[in-house]
């Protein structure tokens, strides 16, 4: 059986380099990773599977709407939109 660990580091490997586990929660666990685009250190948050998925189940479909158009917005590409990456 994989770990998160595992299965994290392989799923960003194109972009990111995980290095270690700095720590975990009962919701979300934080990992030391390297932006390999960038280079420069940075902490990822991933969070646990079944919080995802009961905040979802609990979402307003006004909230579901938000998060909709927040990923809309992040696929957004224009010259007069700055990107942060």
Not at 12 to 30: F, K, S, T
Not at 51 to 58: D, E, G, I, P, T
Request: proline share 2%.
């Amino acid at each position: 059986m994989t770990s998160h660990l595992d299965r994290l580091t392989s799923a960003i490997a194109d972009r990111y380099g995980v290095e270690r586990d700095l720590g975990a929660g009962g919701m979300a666990a934080v990992y030391l990773a390297d932006d390999l685009k960038h280079d420069r250190a940075l902490a990822i948050k991933v969070l646990q599977h079944f919080v995802f998925k009961q905040r979802l189940a609990a979402s307003s479909p006004r909230e579901i709407r938000l998060i909709q158009q927040w990923h809309a917005a992040l696929s957004a590409r224009s010259s007069s939109i700055p990107s942060a990456r």
